[in-house]
């Protein structure tokens, strides 16, 4: 990006000012300037440690208007669990051939679904799945029997989340082509889910901070009580 688009992206945003939620959409979509679609995404500061246990937060969240962004998923099935997630729209099915395509180093998909009974085989590339955020977990639904459902939910704009060491968690919330509304119901959608994923540990104000960015342009502060509804403490 360069310079003078920078300078242009940052011209009417207050750095300190916390923006209402509709306020802060309609200047983040106002200061796209990109050639391509910019993707919309938030960051928040939550009042937790995540190297307690008590304090990880992890969850999934499915957008009321998508994600705008074509999700690849695939498939750890056998029999008639295989031949369902290819009917739901599953890029990639299988199960020991999966395996080795992965270990192999051939990922080519965005989320990883699997049946509990497939686990033992796909244990095997969790040093391989886990770093990328693709490994199966029951607590976020790519562990199930409900393969149709779960592909279902991830092609239509399911958008995991987990805590990092600094406490933050960030998730895409749209493209800038959404309208203003859908983009503002997303946000408060993954907010909310964020809030409801509140551990038993978190002391404090739990939503300290809330920010949307756009691929290119600058991040701007969101007035928290504008999107939660009043899960923050």
Known sequence: ??????????????????????????????????????????????????????????????????????????????????DEAKAAGADVVGAEDLVTLVQAGTIDFDRCIATPDMMGLVGRLGKVLGPRGLMPNPRVGTVTMDVASAVKASKGGAVEFRVEKAGIVQGLVGKASFGEDKLVENIKAFVDAVAKAKPAGAKGTYIQRVAISSTMGPGVKVEPSTVSSGSQN
Not at 23 to 34: E, G, M, P, Q, R
């Open 1 to 82: 990006m360069s310079g003078k688009r920078i300078t242009k992206a940052r011209e009417g945003v207050e750095r300190t000012k916390l923006y209402s939620v509709s306020d802060a959409v309609k200047l983040l979509k106002s200061s796209t300037s990109a050639k391509f679609d910019e993707s919309i995404e938030i960051a928040m500061n939550l009042g937790v440690d995540p190297k307690h246990a008590d304090q990880m937060v992890r969850g999934v969240v499915n957008l009321p208007n998508g994600t705008g962004r074509t999700v690849r998923v695939a498939v750890f099935a056998r029999g008639p669990k295989a």
